[in-house]
C-alpha cells in the first residue's frame, strides 16, 4: 500500500483475484444412492452459481450410487470411501487427505454420521465446517454419550442448517446443540410441470398390472421408501374401509425398499390385490404424482419430504402426518389435510371428505401449488446456502 493509504495496481489485482476465486465445497453424505438427502445434495451442487463455488461430493459408505453417476457424467468430481464397523479411525484420516488435496474451503456435512467423521477430519485446518439435518428417526430419544461428543462437535463446527423448524427444535432438545448455530433451510427443488405426463404413468401403471386403472376410478398415491416409518400398512389397511363405500379408489405405492414383502402380505390377508398396487422404483416420479387425485403421506417421522413438495407442486390435494416438518408444509383446510400419526380413523374420515367435495380438494391443491412457488421452489433453497457459504468465507 502507498504512503497515505492507497492501494498499489498490484495489491488491487491480488486482492481481486482472491474474491473471484470460486469457494471450494466438499460435501459429504453416505452415498448419492437414490433418496431424499441424495435430491437435495444433487440439486444444490447443480443450482448454485459454478462461477463462484466449485463443488465436490465425498461418499463415505462406498456406493457412488445412480445420482451421483449422473454426476459424474455431469463432470463433477465424486470420492468414494470405504466405512468400517464401529468408530472408523481410518476414514476421518482418509476424509482428511480429500480435504486437503482438494483445498476444501468448506465440508458440508448431511447427516449425523458423515458430521461427526467430517468435523474431526477438518480439524486443525483452514475449511470451515457445516452440518445439515435432513430428519429424525422415530422416536426421537438422546443419549448422555451423544450429549457429550455433541458439544464438542458444536466447538469445531461453523454453522448447523435443519431442513424445518421441528428438525431445529429435536436438534436443540435431543442433541444439545446451541440453538445459537442452528439455522433452517427448507428443502427446495425445481420442476418442470409441463413435461409431468399422467398418461404416461396409467400407461405403466397398467403395464404392471393390466386394467388395473379404468375410466371412472379414484387414484390416491404415495411416493416414498418402502420403510417401516413411512407407514404404508395404514394406507393399506384405510383403503379396505374405504372400498366398501368407494369400490373404484384405487391406491398405487410407488418405490420399493425393506418392507415390501410385509405390504404384499397385509394386502393378500385382506384382499385387496386388486385394489392395491406397487410399482417398484420410478424414475419418472412426476409422471406418477400428475396422475394422482389424491397424495398421501403417512409418516411416523419426517424432514421437509420431497416428494410432498411435488405433490404440491402439481397441486394434488394432500393428506399427510402432523409429524416432523408437515405441518410447516401443509396447513389444515388450507392447503391441505393434516391428520394424527397412525390414526386410521382419521385418514379414513380425510379420504371421505375429498372423495365426497372434489371442489375443495381442487381448491386445497391450487392454494398448496402457490405456497410451493412463494416457499420452496429451488431458488429459495439456493439463496439459503449462498447466503450462509458467503457468510462463513467472509468471516475468514
Not at 130 to 156: C, I, M, S
Request: proline letters at 3%.
Amino acid at each position: 500500500m502507498k504512503p497515505g493509504g492507497e492501494t498499489t495496481r498490484l495489491e488491487f489485482t491480488i486482492t481481486k483475484a482472491i474474491i473471484l476465486m470460486p469457494t471450494k465445497i466438499v460435501h459429504l453424505t453416505h452415498s448419492m444412492e437414490i433418496g431424499g438427502t441424495e435430491q437435495v445434495i444433487m440439486q444444490l451442487v447443480q443450482g448454485l452459481d459454478a462461477t463462484r463455488f466449485t463443488n465436490v461430493i465425498t461418499c463415505i459408505d462406498g456406493a457412488i450410487g445412480e445420482m451421483g453417476r449422473l454426476l459424474e457424467e455431469q463432470d463433477y468430481t465424486i470420492h468414494s470411501l470405504s466405512r468400517n464397523d464401529g468408530f472408523d479411525k481410518t476414514l476421518i484420516k482418509d476424509i482428511r487427505t480429500i480435504l486437503k488435496s482438494e483445498k476444501a474451503d468448506i465440508v458440508h456435512c448431511h447427516q449425523y454420521t458423515p458430521y461427526c467423521y467430517g468435523a474431526l477430519a477438518a480439524i486443525g485446518l483452514p475449511t470451515k465446517v457445516v452440518f445439515t439435518e435432513h430428519g429424525r428417526f422415530y422416536p426421537d430419544v438422546y443419549t448422555w454419550k451423544r450429549r457429550a461428543v455433541n458439544q464438542l462437535l458444536a466447538r469445531l463446527t461453523d454453522a448447523i442448517v435443519s431442513i424445518s423448524e421441528a428438525t431445529r427444535k429435536a436438534l436443540i432438545k435431543y442433541e444439545w446443540l446451541p440453538a445459537s448455530q442452528i439455522s433452517v433451510i427448507y428443502n427446495g427443488m425445481k420442476l418442470d410441470r409441463t413435461s409431468a405426463d399422467a398418461t404416461v404413468a396409467r400407461s405403466t401403471i397398467n403395464s404392471i398390472q393390466p386394467q388395473y386403472l379404468k375410466q371412472g376410478d379414484v387414484v390416491i398415491g404415495t411416493v416414498a421408501r418402502l420403510d417401516p416409518i413411512k407407514n404404508h400398512a395404514m394406507m393399506i389397511r384405510t383403503l379396505v374401509r374405504l372400498q366398501k363405500n368407494h369400490p373404484n379408489s384405487r391406491l398405487v405405492i410407488v418405490g420399493d425398499g425393506p418392507e415390501r414383502g410385509k405390504l404384499e402380505q397385509l394386502v393378500e390377508e385382506h384382499d385387496v390385490q386388486h385394489a392395491v398396487l406397487f410399482t417398484g422404483f420410478q424414475n419418472n416420479t412426476p409422471d406418477f404424482i400428475s396422475c394422482f387425485d389424491i397424495f398421501l403421506l403417512t409418516s411416523d417421522s419426517e424432514g421437509t419430504s420431497m416428494t410432498l413438495l411435488e405433490a404440491m407442486a402439481f397441486a394434488r390435494p394432500c393428506i399427510v402426518t402432523q409429524v416432523g416438518g408437515n405441518p410447516e408444509l401443509i396447513q389444515q383446510d388450507r392447503n391441505g389435510i393434516l391428520i394424527q400419526r397412525n390414526d386410521d380413523e382419521q385418514l379414513l374420515g380425510a379420504l371421505e371428505s375429498l372423495l365426497a367435495d372434489r371442489q375443495n380438494g381442487n381448491e386445497l391443491g391450487k392454494q398448496a401449488s402457490k405456497d410451493f412457488d412463494a416457499r420452496f421452489e429451488l431458488r429459495h433453497m439456493i439463496k439459503g446456502y449462498d447466503d450462509l457459504y458467503t457468510r462463513l468465507i467472509a468471516r475468514g
